[in-house]
Nanobody
């Protein structure tokens, strides 16, 4: 079965950290650009960060720049999102998505809440609260 599976979400206090994982099964993630997104109740999907499929170039939305780090693990067929200095407004369901497209085009899709990617995970919830 071809799918992306996210994990690593949970409850964390403000200022805390979490590392989210996005693991692909049934296909090699190496050749795909992969992005992380989130959606809070009643809000549009927000693109956070993405990594290119070939040379691991990265992009970050202003809201997470300096706090979140995206990385790729080719051995484990995974992409991670390290999240630090978490704030209550970071609470949302976090998703990863993958697509075979040139990186500038993938970056452009990050601000399109309705864009449909080749693969899309089921999400992992993150709650930042004291």
């Amino acid at each position: 079965q071809l799918q992306l599976v996210e994990s690593g979400g949970g409850l964390v206090q403000p200022g805390g950290s979490l590392r989210l994982s996005c693991v692909a099964s049934g296909f090699q993630l190496d050749f795909y650009a992969v992005g992380w997104f989130r959606q809070a109740p009643g809000k549009e999907r927000q693109g956070l960060s993405c990594i290119s499929g070939t040379d691991d170039n990265t992009y970050y939305a202003e809201s997470v720049k300096g706090r979140f780090t995206i990385s790729r693990d080719r051995y484990n067929n995974a992409v991670y999102l390290e999240m630090n200095s978490l704030k209550p407004e970071d609470s949302a369901v976090y998703y990863c998505a993958a697509a075979t497209m040139v990186f500038p085009a993938f970056i452009a899709t990050m601000t399109s809440p309705l864009y449909k990617y080749d693969y899309w995970g089921q999400g992992t919830p993150v709650t930042v609260s004291s």
